[in-house]
């Protein structure tokens, strides 16, 4: 069974950048494709980016999209996200999620194997 554990959170202002990991063990996460969520206080989990196995393909939430990219390093077994551009709405905790069956990238349900999080918070 695969561990993901996600780092790189913190406090950052308005405008600033953050760059999370999510580091795999227990098996390669190399096949297979990842995805970042966030979920807001009161909030439900949602959609930020997803990366297919080899990298040639990724996706984006809007409210993301031209502000964050997702990567992955299959040498190190770990995926990323670099965040720039940080608004206050972007603060929540965010998680990493491997996708080991089925399809898709968009939705919570679509995913197998889920991080504890790391939390983001942005100031104005």
């Known amino acids: 069974q695969v561990q993901l554990v996600e780092s790189g959170g913190g406090l950052v202002m308005t405008g600033g950048s953050l760059r999370l990991s999510c580091a795999a063990s227990g098996r390669t996460v190399s096949f297979y494709p990842m995805g970042w969520f966030r979920q807001a206080p009161g909030k439900e989990r949602e959609f930020v980016a997803a990366?297919?196995?080899?990298?040639?393909?990724?996706f984006y939430a809007d409210s993301v999209k031209g502000r964050f990219t997702i990567s992955r390093d299959s040498a190190k077994n770990t995926v990323y996200v670099q965040m720039n551009s940080l608004k206050p709405s972007d603060t929540a905790v965010y998680y990493c999620a491997e996708r080991y069956r089925g399809q898709g990238y968009h939705t919570t349900d679509q995913y197998d194997y889920w991080g504890q999080g790391t939390k983001v918070t942005v100031s104005s």
């Open positions: 990366i297919n196995w080899n990298g040639d393909s990724t």
